[in-house]
């Protein structure tokens, strides 16, 4: 049976197979070391994104100039997706997420990206943004760190929260307010080294589904004029974050729609199986109702993402197109999770079982990346409401 939105995969066909395979034999025996609910190491992590960068799938859409393989975003999209539905646990970590290349940096001097780009697009280094604050998580840019100017540089002073992978990021991105020579206040992104002076970690969060989250505290951290990303006096980082951001929400997309789909896979296995009544459970229209919606929903969704991916490569980037992408496949995700749950009785509410974990991992996925009720605010902004 073809799926309608096997039109957009097939041209990846040979690049999806041959990711598939590397997750079957290579992360598949790691991760069934990881035990139940366990998140890997850091060490683990910096393995696999290495060995994913060596074989060409780890930041694809970076240029080979880079350590990139010159890959279409729609192929990323498209692997993707296809890390969600191996339902291996290590799988995404093969490809570039919060913690890989910025395309921000895309922006900097030559000196910054090949001293930062570069190493993050080979996967030998990672980074982390610090754009949220107490004060500002949706309203991002309504920010209280600020960076003034001084002889030779600036003083950045703040307090960031809820960072990826701040305690290990070899570089962080840091979102501080700049003076125009207006004298009003504008975002500019920074770029701290781990361990700079006047940078440190505060308050330490750990996820529902295991990832640890940290503040991180700048006080008054002074940093030379080259930290500042781009040429000039401080590009505007609120126009170059605009594209980033719907990148970032595609992607999300995909791997929600891949989580989706394996889910649901796992939901029909069980419901071909398990019996009740003297009959499987699949026979029962009220569970067929779950996996069938669920089908229907994940199908859409899935081919939303996949033209909207497309239309990047074609560049048409407006930010609706991503944010009707990710409104609608993050929330089918958390629907066919819980649906797929919901088929599997007390068997999925078990600790250990995929779903019980998938459960709480993609409640992650509304928040991240703009919540859904910010996607609604985009897209009502371009339909010329609010
Ligand atoms: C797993 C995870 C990883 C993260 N990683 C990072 C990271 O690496 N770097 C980083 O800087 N941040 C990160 N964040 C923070 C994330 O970006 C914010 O949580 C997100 O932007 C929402 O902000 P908030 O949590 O402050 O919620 P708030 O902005 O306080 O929103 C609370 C509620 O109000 C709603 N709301 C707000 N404004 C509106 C509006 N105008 N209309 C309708 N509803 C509205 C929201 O949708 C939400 O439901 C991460 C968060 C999570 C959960």
Same mark, same amino acid.
């Given at each position: 049976?073809?799926?309608?939105s096997?039109? $957009?995969?097939?041209?990846y066909?040979?690049? =999806?197979?041959? $990711?598939?395979? $590397?997750?079957?034999?290579? =992360?598949?025996? =790691?991760?069934?070391?990881?035990?139940?609910?366990?998140h @890997? !190491?850091?060490?683990?992590?910096?393995?696999?994104? *290495?060995?994913?960068?060596?074989?060409?799938?780890?930041?694809?859409?970076?240029p080979?100039?880079?350590?990139?393989?010159?890959?279409?975003?729609?192929?990323v999209?498209?692997? *993707? +997706?296809?890390?969600?539905?191996?339902?291996? &646990?290590?799988?995404?970590?093969?490809?570039?997420?919060?913690?890989?290349?910025? @395309?921000l940096?895309?922006?900097?001097?030559?000196?910054?990206?090949? #001293?930062?780009?570069?190493?993050?697009?080979?996967?030998?280094?990672?980074?982390?943004?610090?754009?949220?604050?107490?004060?500002?998580?949706?309203?991002?840019?309504?920010l209280?760190?600020?960076?003034?100017?001084?002889?030779?540089?600036w003083?950045?002073?703040?307090?960031?929260t809820?960072? !990826?992978?701040?305690?290990?990021?070899?570089?962080?991105?840091?979102?501080?307010?700049? &003076?125009? @020579?207006?004298?009003q206040?504008?975002?500019?992104?920074?770029?701290?080294?781990?361990g700079?002076?006047?940078?440190r970690?505060? *308050? #330490?969060?750990?996820?529902?589904?295991?990832?640890?989250?940290?503040e991180?505290?700048?006080?008054?951290?002074?940093?030379?004029?080259?930290?500042?990303?781009?040429?000039?006096?401080?590009?505007?980082?609120?126009?170059?974050?605009?594209?980033?951001?719907? &990148?970032?929400?595609?992607?999300?997309?995909?791997?929600c729609?891949g989580?989706?789909?394996?889910?649901?896979?796992?939901?029909?296995?069980?419901?071909? +199986?398990?019996?009740?009544?003297?009959?499987?459970?699949?026979d029962?229209?009220?569970?067929?109702?779950?996996?069938?919606?669920?089908?229907?929903?994940?199908?859409?969704?899935?081919?939303?993402?996949?033209?909207?991916? #497309?239309?990047?490569?074609?560049?048409?980037? @407006?930010?609706?197109?991503?944010?009707l992408?990710?409104?609608t496949a993050?929330?089918?995700?958390? #629907?066919v999770?819980?649906?797929?749950?919901?088929?599997?009785g007390?068997?999925?509410?078990?600790?250990?079982?995929?779903?019980? $974990?998938?459960? &709480?991992?993609?409640?992650?996925?509304?928040?991240?990346?703009?919540?859904?009720?910010? *996607?609604?605010?985009?897209?009502?902004?371009?339909?010329?409401?609010?």
């Open positions: 049976m073809t799926e309608p096997a039109v $957009f995969e097939d041209e066909r040979e690049l =999806l197979d041959s $990711f598939g395979a $590397f997750v079957r034999r290579e =992360l598949e025996p =790691l991760a069934a070391e990881l035990g139940e609910g366990g @890997p !190491s850091h060490e683990l992590c910096s393995y696999v994104r *290495q060995r994913s960068a060596q074989l060409g799938f780890y930041a694809g859409d970076y080979e100039s880079l350590g990139g393989s010159d890959m279409p975003f729609s192929a999209v498209a692997l *993707q +997706h296809a890390a969600g539905r191996t339902g291996c &646990r290590l799988a995404p970590y093969a490809l570039a997420g919060s913690e890989g290349p910025s @395309p940096l895309l922006g900097g001097t030559d000196e910054q990206i090949k #001293r930062y780009l570069e190493p993050l697009v080979r996967g030998q280094r990672t980074r982390c943004l610090a754009l949220t604050e107490p004060d500002a998580g949706s309203d991002a840019f309504r209280t760190t600020t960076a003034d100017r001084v002889d030779g540089g003083v950045i002073s703040g307090r960031k809820f960072v !990826s992978n701040a305690a290990h990021a070899d570089l962080v991105l840091v979102v501080a307010a700049v &003076r125009t @020579p207006a004298g206040r504008r975002p500019a992104v920074f770029l701290l080294e781990q700079h002076p006047g940078m970690l505060g *308050q #330490r969060y750990e996820g529902m589904s295991g990832e640890v989250l940290h991180l505290v700048l006080d008054a951290a002074e940093v030379p004029d080259e930290a500042l990303l781009g040429d000039g006096d401080a590009p505007d980082a609120l126009g170059a974050s605009m594209g980033s951001l719907s &990148r970032g929400r595609l992607m999300v997309a995909a791997m729609n989580i989706a789909e394996y889910a649901l896979s796992l939901g029909v296995e069980y419901a071909r +199986h398990r019996r009740a009544f003297g009959r499987p459970i699949g029962y229209q009220h569970v067929q109702e779950h996996l069938v919606t669920s089908r229907a929903e994940l199908e859409a969704s899935k081919v939303l993402t996949l033209a909207c991916a #497309r239309l990047v490569d074609s560049g048409v980037e @407006p930010p609706e197109n991503a944010a992408a990710k409104l993050s929330t089918m995700a958390v #629907r999770v819980d649906r797929a749950l919901q088929v599997h007390a068997t999925g509410w078990v600790r250990g079982h995929p779903l019980e $974990f998938l459960y &709480r991992q993609v409640r992650t996925m509304t928040i991240i990346e703009g919540t859904t009720e910010i *996607q609604k605010v985009i897209i009502a902004g371009a339909m010329g409401l609010g």
